[in-house]
């Protein structure tokens, strides 16, 4: 700390300290900073004392009467008792302390010696502190006198007062009336105990007699109980003229004498003054005689009661607690019964204690400065006002420059002597208060109490406050400045308080640097300086968010933060549910994971939800963000669920859905159980939308029922509630009739019925059966009808494929179900009798043809009509001379048509078909067969293509013949070209072979160590068939061409390889003849006339299937053969003639794949760049 000061500063200045003498009053003290740089005396200033009333209880071991008090020299202590000089230091039987005005008084059983009012004097040489006064009580043990009570007799009607007359003793006083056997007397209307401990009967009854009645009254301070003599009452029965005894509505004896109106027993006369300080407890009592027992009634006059007002002891006490002004007034009682009433009227008046209005403060002054003590207060009556200085009245102290009025002293041109402590103490009856105000007068130069050269830190956004704590007089003048700058800092964010601190608000980081605070007055001068570092603010960038998850799931919560990089190690994330920190400790062995800001719940529960917060801390700031954690579960089940309603057969259920578990319940479902067919199988009833709690129920008859309700929400399905009690219904005729009738024929003269029974519950009744009718639709016949149990029947001997009539009515032994409706069914089919005529095929390309025929009579059907079924075998190629009957194929056409298109032939073929119709039973006769051929096609690839005999400039190719040539096979289209490795290709080149049996061809001219791909198209009069490809790479290395050449030349060696190609050549021949032995299509040959309708009918998509494996050309290896030569690619397919754009037959349903054939032919020409003929 820096410090200037003026010369001939004193080094000792005498400093008047406070009397502290009553409750919260503060001694205007020199800090302690400041004693470390001057001494300073110190008046005594009371710090601790016992409180007003110290009550010595038999049952303590000892008492403490306290006093401590501090001040500069160190305070003496002395006391007085009653107003005379009291010194425990003197007296042996007390325990003193040195340095301290608390002394100790043992109980050794006598110490009333020692009761009366203490006051502690703490003295040095500048003054003295007085304490407040300090009572000693020590309580007598309360007793009843010893007395003889002699019995009070009354005449039954009359009123009784029992006195208690309670001994004094320490407050609170509890008083009860008991029996000798320590049982409560029974208090009501008649009989009540009054706030002075009286026991009062309105009018005594006969039952009212007894000997023992006991006062006993209990000081729970000073644990003692003490009981009154006991008092007996004979209460004398009121006999009529007559001898007999007359009763009123209580039952007490009536005597008509003693009938009266109510009259006062407590408080006397017709009015009380109640006067009470505010805050305390205001309580009115009204205790009338009278007979019948009064009633009382409580009023304010021209005011409500207080609404905190209570009516206590049968309407007889008004309590009102923590009275203000608000309750004064007037308030009436009234007892009231048959005869009349009386009142009696309370005046409320609520009083004061002395309150401040304006409290004397400790107050600072220069010295020739002008001093003025302010001291007022409130209270009712109005308080007196009394000044002391130092505990002594201000006549005695002297001072011509200070004036005393009332509530005010002036001091003109103080002076250090001046200084003092000013006591205002305001009193009334109601009590006294005490303020002290040290009044310092004195010079100091400015004494910076704050260290100097402090770090701040704070951070963006936030406020700072720097120290600069000063002690002087007159008060210092305090700027503050920033770095190197003399200007005092200015702006709206600078404040600097009374107490010399700085405080900047929303700091920014050109704030940081160093500040100096100084303090001038007219002593001197003195200045510290403090540095401020401002730091980035903590700010949570990845907020957690809400979030619903499902129980038994897992919740995670993330929260990233950033903040200042310089709190790199002292960086904390903390999360907290609800107000509950989830420190390591408490989550520890929980479903609770926290790491590096995320936050994992494990096995999520119902207890998990909740809000967490995410807290990002550092040494400077912190900053927090919340999230809600919401805990989904199927609902919980519904309870309290009731019956009502009962009917015969319906009944309500009303149930209450349990908790939803925080998502909305969608529905509920309804489960009943009966003890009858399926006991102890709940099945579902009916399902109730989400919102209904209650439902009807529909009900069989004959069952015992009992029913549930589970819930169901977006979760799932919850558990089912607890069963119902149960609910029997009578039996009653069924409500329904067989359903889902079913009405076939299986053999041509029979009709089959065959329906679904009742389920056991619909039975209503025992003795189930059923009744079926039927007769031929359209006839005048009766109704035929048998009654059965099962549910099925037949009737023999009908037509074939006529329609009935059927109905099935059931019944049980409590009558017949309704009126059944009639359905309509056919009795047995039979195979069709006529087959189809004028049958027709029209080829439309080599793989397709349409075929048409005339329908068969609707009379040669005989059933419902399925369709045409159209048979075809395959007689030999057109290349072959021997036929043979082929595999054989089949396609259905469902329903009534003429007309069908057949795919999937083979080209270059012969073909036998036949059309039949088929029914419900099976297929009809066969018409004539049908002859026809298809064209020519394009050949299929070759089945071998092998690239052979690699020389440095050729490469001999080998092939076999296409296995269906699907017509005359003219030649082959041999096409190679360069590849290498890049995706560039060489020229393509051309090769037309004209001979039909060459199966051997050399490739020449070709470049040396290079790789080149070959193409091979069979060819026939409509075109060449999909190439079939190869790959073959010329020798490396012109020594080994040499060699291999050298060896191809031996004959050995071609006929080796010509027997290895015939070889290889022959075995796949036999394995492609194998696969297509009999064709593509496999087609179950059971029956060609009458086979079985399942087994015979086909799906309209299980034929005619296409498929291409063969390896595709790389870029631009077919560009010319693709783009001239038109046999690359089939020409025809069903496309071409299908019904729609798509290419599928709408007229059969039966297309999938593609067929190869040409519409157009045209002749074959081959180009290419380079073209060699064969």
Not at 348 to 361: G, L
């Amino acid at each position: 700390m820096k410090t200037l000061q003026n010369a001939g500063v004193i080094p000792l200045f005498p400093l008047y300290a406070i009397v502290w003498f009553v409750q919260g009053t503060t001694a205007l003290d020199i800090p302690l900073e400041v004693l470390g740089h001057v001494n300073i005396e110190q008046l005594p200033t009371i710090t601790e004392q016992s409180p007003t009333s110290e009550i010595a209880f038999p049952f303590d071991e000892s008492f403490s009467i306290k006093c401590e008090a501090k001040g500069n020299p160190e305070p003496e202590f002395r006391w007085k008792k009653d107003g005379q000089d009291f010194h425990p230091d003197q007296d042996p039987r007390l325990i003193t302390k040195e340095n301290s005005g608390t002394f100790v008084i043992n109980n050794n059983g006598n110490v009333t010696e020692f009761q009366g009012i203490y006051r502690c004097y703490a003295s040095n040489k500048l003054g003295t502190a007085v304490s407040q006064d300090i009572e000693f009580i020590v309580p007598n043990i309360p007793k009843f006198p010893k007395e003889k009570i002699p019995p009070l007799i009354v005449e039954e009607g009359q009123s009784v007062v029992l006195q208690c007359n309670p001994p004094k003793g320490i407050p609170p006083l509890q008083i009860h009336w008991m029996t000798i056997g320590l049982q409560h007397i029974e208090q009501d209307e008649r009989v009540s105990m009054g706030l002075n401990g009286d026991l009062y009967f309105s009018n005594a009854l006969e039952k009212d007699s007894r000997s023992d009645y006991c006062c006993v009254a209990a000081f729970p301070r000073i644990r003692t109980i003490v009981q009154k003599t006991a008092m007996s009452v004979i209460v004398n029965r009121f006999e009529s003229v007559s001898g007999s005894e007359s009763h009123d509505s209580t039952g007490a004896s009536a005597n008509s004498i003693l009938h009266r109106k109510p009259q006062l027993m407590s408080p006397p006369g017709g009015q009380s003054d109640i006067r009470l300080v505010k805050g305390d407890l205001l309580q009115m009592e009204c205790i009338a005689e009278g007979l019948p027992t009064p009633k009382y009634k409580w009023v304010k006059v021209g005011d409500d009661l207080p609404t905190r007002s209570r009516k206590e002891n049968h309407g007889k006490l008004l309590r009102i607690p923590k009275v203000n002004a608000d309750d004064n007034g007037r308030y009436m009682c009234t007892a009231e019964n048959s005869l009349g009433k009386t009142e009696h009227y309370f005046t409320v008046t609520v009083e004061e204690p002395p309150q401040w209005e304006i409290k004397p403060e400790s107050q600072l002054y220069m010295i020739g400065s002008e001093v003025t003590i302010k001291c007022t207060a409130t209270g009712k009556p109005q308080p007196s006002i009394i000044w002391t200085e130092n505990g002594l009245p201000l006549r005695d102290a002297p001072g011509s420059n200070r004036k005393i009025f009332s509530d005010t002293i002036l001091i003109h041109n103080a002076k250090a002597n001046n200084s003092a402590v000013y006591q205002c103490i305001a009193s009334n009856k109601h009590g006294t208060i005490l303020a002290n105000a040290n009044i310092m007068v004195m010079n100091l130069p400015p004494m910076i109490l704050t260290k100097d050269e402090q770090k701040y830190a704070a951070v963006v956004g936030k406020s700072v406050v720097m120290d600069c704590k000063v002690f002087s007089s007159p008060p210092s003048t305090i700027s503050w400045t920033k770095d190197d700058t003399v200007d005092s800092v200015d702006g709206p964010r600078f404040f600097v308080y009374e107490n010399g601190s700085l405080e900047i608000h929303n700091v920014e980081k050109d704030d940081t640097g160093q500040y100096t605070c100084i303090t001038t007055n007219p002593e001197g001068k003195s200045a510290i300086t403090s540095t401020l570092d401002v730091k980035d603010a903590t700010k949570i960038m990845e907020l957690p968010e809400d979030i619903k998850v499902v129980r038994g799931s897992t919740a995670q919560l993330t929260c990233h933060a950033a903040f200042d990089i310089s709190f790199k190690n002292d960086f904390q994330t903390q999360w907290k549910k609800g107000d509950l920190e989830m420190s390591v400790d408490n989550i520890k062995n929980t479903g609770y994971y926290v790491n590096n800001g995320v936050l994992q719940i494990i096995n999520v529960s119902h207890e998990d939800q909740g809000i967490y917060t995410c807290i990002a801390i550092t040494p400077l700031d912190q900053d927090e963000a919340s999230a809600q954690l919401i805990v989904l579960d199927v609902p919980d089940p519904p309870v309290d669920l009731v019956l009502s309603e009962h009917k015969n057969r319906s009944v309500k259920l009303k149930w209450i859905p349990g908790d939803s578990h925080n998502s909305s319940i969608t529905e509920f479902i309804v489960e009943y159980e009966e003890s009858h067919w399926e006991p102890g199988k709940w099945k579902e009833l009916l399902r109730v939308p989400g919102n209904h709690a209650s439902a009807h129920l529909k009900l069989h008859g004959h069952l015992d029922y009992q029913f549930r309700v589970s819930a169901v929400n977006a979760i799932g399905r919850g558990l089912p509630s607890e069963p119902t009690e149960r609910f029997k219904t009578p039996p009653a005729a069924p409500d329904k009739n067989p359903e889902n009738i079913k009405i076939q024929g299986h053999l041509p003269n029979e009709l089959d019925i065959y329906w679904e029974p009742l389920m056991p519950i619909e039975h209503n009744a025992p003795g189930l059966e059923y009744r079926i009718s039927y007769r031929q639709q359209g006839s005048e016949e009766e109704w035929t009808e048998q009654i059965l149990k099962r549910h099925s029947f037949v009737v023999k001997k009908t037509p074939t494929f006529v329609p009935y009539e059927i109905k099935i009515q059931a019944k049980n032994q409590h009558g017949w179900g309704p009126e059944p409706k009639v359905i309509t069914g056919y009795s047995g089919e039979d195979f069709p009798a006529a087959a189809p005529e004028d049958v027709n095929v029209e080829v439309e390309n080599s793989t397709l043809i349409k075929v048409k025929w005339s329908r068969i009579p609707k009379e040669k059907i005989q059933g419902h009509l399925g369709g045409y079924r159209v048979n075809w075998w395959r007689m030999k190629s057109l290349l072959e001379t021997k036929k043979s009957h082929g595999e054989k194929h089949s396609l259905t056409f469902t329903g009534d048509r003429n007309h069908g298109m057949v795919p999937g032939l083979k080209p270059f073929s012969e073909y036998s078909l036949i059309v039949m119709a088929f029914n419900g039973r099976g297929n009809g006769p066969g018409s004539l067969p049908v002859m026809f051929s298809t064209p020519e096609g394009v050949p299929e690839q070759t089945p071998i293509f092998k690239a052979t005999n690699p020389k440095q400039n050729s490469i001999t190719l080998i092939w076999a013949p296409p296995l269906e040539s699907n017509g005359i096979l003219m030649g082959y289209i041999f096409q190679y070209q360069l590849i290498n490795d890049t995706n560039d290709l060489g020229n393509l080149h051309t090769v037309n072979i004209s001979n039909p049996e060459t199966a051997i061809w050399v490739a020449q001219d070709l470049e040396p160590h290079s790789k080149y791909k070959f193409y091979l198209s069979a060819c026939t009069r409509v075109g060449c068939g999909k190439p079939i490809t190869e790959e073959g790479t010329t020798i490396m290395d012109a020594r080994y061409a040499g060699i291999y050449g050298g060896i191809s030349t031996q004959g050995w060696f071609i006929g080796l390889m010509c027997a290895v190609a015939l070889l290889t050549l022959i075995m796949l021949i036999a394995c492609f003849v194998k696969r297509n032995k009999g064709g593509k299509y496999s087609v179950k040959e059971k029956e060609d006339l009458h086979p079985d309708l399942e087994s015979q009918v086909m799906n309209d998509d299980t034929f005619c299937e296409y498929s291409d494996n063969d390896e595709k050309p790389l870029k631009g290896s077919l560009q010319s053969l693709n783009a001239e030569i038109k046999a690359a690619e089939s020409g025809d397919s069903l496309v071409d003639y299908g019904d729609d754009e798509h290419g599928q037959f709408n007229e059969d349903g039966s297309f999938i794949g593609e067929y190869t054939g040409h519409k157009d032919r045209g002749s074959m020409e081959v180009k290419g760049t380079h073209q060699i003929t064969a």
